[in-house]
């Protein structure tokens, strides 16, 4: 991102935050599509990339997502004890929760990384957390922390 | 030859006047370390210090340097080259071992058919202003390199602190330009130059670190496979410190980074370090240097056996770096000791025969 | 008792275990220190000769972290007949630790290791002093009575020894070497057993009650010197990845340049790799020859640890370190929720 396109970011009043989402493939997922099929709205910020289970987002993504210049990223999985790979989204829990200590201690602004988990039945809840997700990093502002400057 | 006085207190002066003309580096303090950084403002320039962190070799051969950027626009690929090289540069504040290693770098970059432009422009529109060493360290040996602590090689101007005022002189066309350009710099006297001859003894009586390095480099030459290997590599912890601190390693890696979201990439290049053990890593999964032993001994043999061979020259400038940063104390003085010993050794075993 | 007769306490014992070790054949070889020929050094050696006994030594400069030597991407101590040597190793607390949590993952043998247990009683934060005394050399560094005496050849300053240690040293709690029931023949010479230890992370809470905007200019603004040259990653035991994260090319997760952006995410993807692992040694930041001390961010990992999973690594090698377990309580209140 150049210096002047993150200036005008920051100016412009309808800014819409870039977030990208790590949807796993039996839960969240299906949860979005049936948001979509209900009709549910929800703000269009969210970029979907589709993943077999929360356990395969490896946190290289999330922080790899941060410096390509992406505003917010959300890791969504399957709740605890409904992973369709027993165990997976337990294994992430953990991961998630040092990444997430971590990238508050370095200076990372809370809300910027979310994790949730939204089952495939749950497309209220799922739309209700993208909007609160995309409220946070609204506030938040354009991610400038991170970025590669050439 | 002419002489000048440039006062201590007129360093801001001499940073105004050139300043327009070149991009002036000096030495500076960062996070408590010495090194040559761009100034801006000249309260910064740090004029006591024995010498930096990391060379000045940064200057000209960054950590991280762009070779070419491109773009893309529709089908078609951009590719734009650097258009800083036409840049001035000036130096200052260099030790005579680093601006000799501005010699050794430069044998480098030109040598054989493929002539690297970067540094080699860089280094044309380079001026380089050196200070004498009025108190080398314990662990300098610029004497036993072919150096001395008042060597002049490769500086446009050399400066002699005399304290609290510099004795200034020109040596190339460049430093004379300078001065011509300084006109504001006052004579100098005969006590000033033998006040400056005085330093110059005492400077290289104090050195106490000396070695035979031409005794070395033959023994090198016959002792490639030698047991002494495993006891001097021993404690290495292969960290690189020694390479990244060296005014003379020269290796680098070619990285390209690509930026899809804004149709852009540069490819660079940056330090690399014979140390690590991905260094000799072929794409067939072969490596010729596989173990610590066979890294350590080839920093030792590049720097004593290989730079001799291929340049006529030592591949070190004596300055000590590598002993002082060496977390395990696995430093060259002791290298060294432990080479000479396999010479001591064998006339020991032909007497005793 | 003053810190220069601990040390020479400290440095008779392991003279004598250690000679007893190798006269009864109960090790091949004994990793230890040896004095530096700089005035703020100290050199790792490997010795096998009983009269090379009397070169080690103890001072408050052993800040390599011995169990560096017998990690997987290091050469191996085997002989062509014997096959692996067995190793006695000087061990301040951290180095215990970290020969324990290599064990846990199954990295290390603990039947072919000696640990020569020393209670170990901080190490001078050398990087500090030089900083301190800035462009001067130093010729002789000494302790006197609570002191640290530094001299150059024109100056003489003394620095108090509590207050210019290592920051990790400060709030060590694990001075000697852990023992371990399963492996009553492990440790010899000093070692204590570690039941409970206190949750006093002060220094970290107090740095994390800044906003996010002070934290980042902190980190970034301690950061900012780093060359990338990966001397904290060599120095550490637990860094003993074939191929490191920075260095993988299928894909190239990083970049390997001193841009701010890529220096810190090195720091952190490095400490995130160290959760549960880290030993809290120091190493790292005493061989950075830039000077950076990473300490807060050891101390926070070893907090995340402690609160969330109650573990302290290095203590059993039987217990799984958090990273690789997981429970179905573990605590969730950073999750996104509705409201």
């Known amino acids: 991102m150049t210096e002047s396109s993150l200036e005008s970011k920051k100016n412009n009043k309808d800014w819409e935050p870039k977030i990208i989402a790590f949807l796993c493939n039996w839960c969240s997922y299906a949860g979005a599509d049936l948001a979509g099929v209900s009709r549910i709205q929800y703000p269009p910020s969210i970029r979907v990339v589709r993943v077999p289970c929360s356990g395969r987002v490896n946190p290289y993504f999330i922080i790899k997502s941060l410096t390509d210049g992406w505003d917010g990223v959300i890791v969504s999985g399957c709740h605890p004890g409904d992973c369709h790979y027993i165990s997976g989204n337990l294994v992430a829990r953990r991961r998630f929760a040092i990444l997430n200590e971590l990238l508050e201690f370095f200076g990372i602004e809370p809300g910027r990384v979310n994790f949730m988990w939204a089952s495939a039945a749950e497309g209220e809840r799922f739309a209700v957390l993208i909007r609160k997700a995309t409220e946070i990093v609204k506030k938040l502002g354009p991610n400038k922390k991170f970025e590669k400057k050439w | ?353 | 008792m003053g810190i220069e007769s601990q040390n020479n306490e400290i440095q008779n014992k392991i003279r004598e275990i250690a000679r007893d070790l190798l006269k009864e054949k109960k090790v091949d070889v004994i990793i230890g220190y040896k004095k530096g020929t700089l005035p703020l050094v100290s050199q790792p050696i490997i010795i096998d000769k009983e009269e090379d006994i009397d070169t080690l030594i103890w001072n408050n400069l052993c800040y390599v972290n011995l169990a560096k030597y017998l990690v997987p991407r290091v050469p191996k101590l085997i002989d062509p007949e014997k096959g692996n040597l067995k190793v006695g190793i000087v061990s301040k607390g951290c180095v215990g630790r970290a020969l324990i949590h290599l064990a846990s993952e199954k990295k290390i043998n603990l039947n072919e290791i000696t640990i020569i247990g020393i209670p170990c009683n901080g190490i001078i934060n050398r990087q500090r002093i030089e900083m301190e005394i800035g462009e001067q050399e130093i010729l002789e560094v000494s302790i006197s009575g609570d002191n640290i005496i530094v001299k150059g050849e024109d100056f003489e300053k003394t620095f108090p020894f509590e207050e210019y240690m290592n920051e990790l040293c400060k709030v060590c709690k694990i001075k000697s070497p852990p023992s371990i029931s399963k492996f009553p023949n492990l440790c010899v010479g000093d070692y204590q057993e570690y039941s409970s230890l206190s949750t006093d992370f002060k220094d970290v809470t107090e740095f994390e009650a800044k906003n996010p905007e002070e934290k980042w200019e902190y980190i970034k603004d301690s950061l900012s010197v780093c060359t990338r040259c990966y001397a904290c990653r060599e120095a550490c035991p637990m860094c003993y990845c074939n191929l490191c994260f920075v260095d993988q090319n299928k894909p190239i997760w990083f970049g390997k340049t001193t841009d701010i952006s890529d220096i810190i995410v090195y720091h952190l993807i490095r400490a995130m790799h160290m959760a549960g692992r880290c030993v809290a040694c120091g190493a790292c930041s005493s061989v950075c020859p830039m000077g950076i001390d990473l300490y807060l961010i050891n101390r926070k990992l070893e907090k995340i640890v402690k609160e969330r999973f109650n573990f302290t690594s290095g203590l059993d090698p039987d217990i799984l370190p958090p990273m690789v377990d997981f429970k179905m309580e573990d605590a969730e209140e950073f999750m996104l929720e509705e409201d």
């Open chain 2, 1 to 353: 030859m002419e002489y000048k006085i440039l006062m201590k207190n007129d360093i801001v002066k001499l940073f105004n006047d050139l300043t327009n003309d070149y991009k002036f580096y000096a030495p500076t303090k960062e996070k408590g370390n010495i090194v040559f950084k761009e100034i801006s403002n000249p309260e910064e320039i740090e004029l006591n210090y024995l010498n930096s962190k990391i060379p000045p070799k940064d200057v000209l051969f960054p950590q991280k340097e762009t070779i070419f950027e491109y773009r893309y626009e529709g089908k078609d690929v951009i590719i734009e080259d650097r258009k800083d090289l036409d840049d001035k540069i000036l130096i200052f504040g260099v030790r005579p071992c680093d601006a000799y290693s501005f010699k050794l770098l430069e044998d480098f970059f030109a040598f054989g058919k493929v002539q690297d432009e970067i540094f080699l422009k860089k280094r044309k529109n380079s001026t380089i202003i050196g200070i004498g060493c009025n108190s080398p360290r314990h662990s300098c040996f610029c004497t036993s390199v072919g150096g001395h602590p008042f060597q002049k090689d490769s500086m446009d101007l050399f400066l002699v602190d005399l304290g609290e005022k510099y004795l200034v002189e020109a040596i190339s066309e460049k430093g004379k330009n300078i001065i011509q350009k300084l006109s504001w710099l006052l004579d100098a006297k005969n006590e000033d130059l033998q006040k400056s001859q005085e330093l110059a003894k005492k400077s290289e009586e104090s050195i106490t670190t000396k070695f035979n390095f031409d005794l070395v480099t033959k023994i090198l030459g016959d002792n490639f496979e030698h047991p002494v290997w495993q006891k001097i590599s021993e404690s290495c912890i292969g960290c690189s410190s020694c390479t990244f601190l060296c005014p003379t390693c020269t290796c680098f890696d070619v990285i390209d980074e690509n930026d899809e979201y804004n149709h852009r990439g540069r490819r660079i290049r940056i330090w690399d370090t014979c140390q690590s053990c991905l260094y000799t890593l072929e794409t067939s999964g072969h490596n010729p240097r596989p173990d610590k032993i066979q890294r350590c001994r080839n920093r030792i043999m590049h720097k004593f056996s290989y730079y001799p061979s291929n340049y006529n020259c030592l591949g070190c400038v004596g300055c000590g770096r590598c002993i002082i940063a060496c977390p395990v104390n696995n430093e060259l003085r002791i290298i060294i000791d432990e080479i000479i010993e396999i010479e001591k050794k064998e006339e020991s075993e032909k007497v005793n025969a």
